[in-house]
């Protein structure tokens, strides 16, 4: 993983190692008035949904990246200790309504979190989490 702000690489850059399958805010929104105005944010030229930004997607990627690792970690452990006799979907499968209840993700980044975690464990990823085209819609 990246820590862009040690290092010097544009954010360009960083925005390009973030997954394709990264769910990525749909945040439409509308402020009140005379005329109608649109929520959006400014960045390099070009406007984005709040949020979306390339360095916003980044800094959200990082931190579900990261929250993935140390997720991976604590499914070994489980699965050698506590939760020996459950299957390694079942141990993942848990961990899922536990990350959304902390509200440090959105439920979308949450199953992207579980996808991943199975992924550096080569396990399988439990059907609450199903595809992420399911997400990214």
């Keep these: 993983m990246v820590d862009k702000v040690n290092s010097s690489i544009s954010d360009e850059e960083a925005y390009a190692q973030v997954p394709s399958n ?18 959006a944010s400014h960045y390099n030229g070009r406007f984005y949904a709040p949020g979306s930004s390339p360095p916003e997607v980044f800094e959200r990627w990082t931190v579900c990246e990261d929250l993935a690792q140390q997720l991976a970690t604590k499914s070994l452990e489980s699965k ?40 550096l464990l080569n396990w399988p990823a439990p059907s609450s989490v199903a595809s992420a085209q399911e997400d990214l819609k």
């Excluded at 749909?26 to 105005?37: D, F, M, T, W």
């Design 22 to 39: 990264f769910p990525r805010p749909v945040r439409l929104g509308a402020l009140p008035g005379a005329q109608p105005k649109l929520l």
């Design 80 to 119: 050698a200790g506590k939760r020996s006799h459950l299957t390694e979907a079942e141990i993942l499968d848990q961990y899922l309504p536990r990350l959304i209840a902390t509200h440090w993700t959105s439920e979308a980044e949450a199953k992207w979190v579980i996808r991943r975690t199975a992924e």
